[in-house]
Nanobody, 116 residues
Framework: QVQLVESGGGLVQAGESLRLSCAAS????????RGWYRQAPGKQRELVAS???????NYADSVKGRFTISRDNAKNILYLQMDSLKPEDTAVYFC??????????WGQGTQVTVSS
């Protein structure tokens, strides 16, 4: 089992920055991919960014060049640095982990609101 706890959401103005954090605990060594998803009201949950065990990252086109995913392996923390935020980035952001046993784990979500 893997437990994920997000933090760092909040209310910012357009153009500002936020950094989300996701602390992982449990069977950390079973995780192959970690990532961030988001879900805006009335929309489906979508992938924002992901990073594999060997460090390969992937981003949604809508956030490329503005968001950066990174991790602190020693602390088992995943980060999402969000710069140049736009109102359309407003959503609940979820931390995600995919294990070698094909299990999906989710955090509880953190709200990010960007005002224009």
């Amino acid at each position: 089992q893997v437990q994920l706890v997000e933090s760092g959401g909040g209310l910012v103005q357009a153009g500002e920055s936020l950094r989300l954090s996701c602390a992982a605990s449990g069977t950390i060594n079973s995780i192959n991919v970690r990532g961030w998803y988001r879900q805006a009201p009335g929309k489906q949950r979508e992938l924002v960014a992901s990073i594999t065990r060997d460090g390969r990252s992937n981003y949604a086109d809508s956030v490329k060049g503005r968001f950066t995913i990174s991790r602190d392996n020693a602390k088992n923390i995943l980060y999402l640095q969000m710069d140049s935020l736009k109102p359309e980035d407003t959503a609940v952001y979820f931390c995600h982990a995919f294990s070698q046993y094909y299990m999906n784990y989710w955090g509880q979500g953190t709200q990010v609101t960007v005002s224009s």
